[in-house]
């Protein structure tokens, strides 16, 4: 029993420049005045926490996991282990331009309202990856969402 094994960042980060932090700060600007207009002081406290968590996370750099597959498990860092069986499929999306080296593994729970489960993969292992998680679960089309889209687009 071979397990694959690799360290992942747990996102894709982005290099942001000082147009993405005056176009942050000139949205968070209007929105606080729309609110003030219309006295909606909750959404101000929400809209300057929100601006402030935005701020601090861009600056910070991801952790980076231990990621390994098993037969029957995958595992990220210290989390508890997911068994593949509680997934209906997985998704590939290959490298994009911005990051080269890594591709994405987009695991589909069976539980309606969760998300997908997105993992970083070394370009040069996703076959590999590929291959073990054929065994028990199916591979499904990759289809880009509208969230990953906007996500990609204003680098959150």
């Known amino acids: 029993m071979e397990i694959i094994s690799w ?9 942001r420049d000082v147009f993405w932090y005056f176009f942050m700060a000139i949205a968070a600007t209007l929105l606080v005045l729309l609110a003030l207009w219309q006295r909606n002081f909750l959404f101000v406290v929400f809209i300057i926490i929100a601006s402030a968590t935005l701020l601090a996370w861009s600056k910070r750099a991801p952790r980076v996991h231990h990621v390994s597959i098993d037969e029957t498990v995958l595992t990220i860092g210290n989390f508890a282990p997911h068994v593949l069986d509680s997934f209906t499929g997985f998704m ?8 080269p080296e890594w591709g994405k593994l987009l695991l589909q729970s069976k539980h309606k309202l969760r998300t997908h489960l997105t ?7 996703l076959a590999q990856v590929s291959e073990r998680l054929l065994r028990q679960i199916p591979q499904l089309e990759y289809e ?6 906007i996500i990609r687009l204003f680098k959150l």
């Open 144 to 149: 880009e969402s509208a969230m990953d889209a």
């Open 92 to 99: 590939i999306a290959h490298a994009r331009q911005e990051s």
């Open 119 to 125: 993992i970083l993969v070394p370009r040069g292992k």
């Open 7 to 15: 360290e992942a960042p747990e996102h894709e980060h982005h290099e």
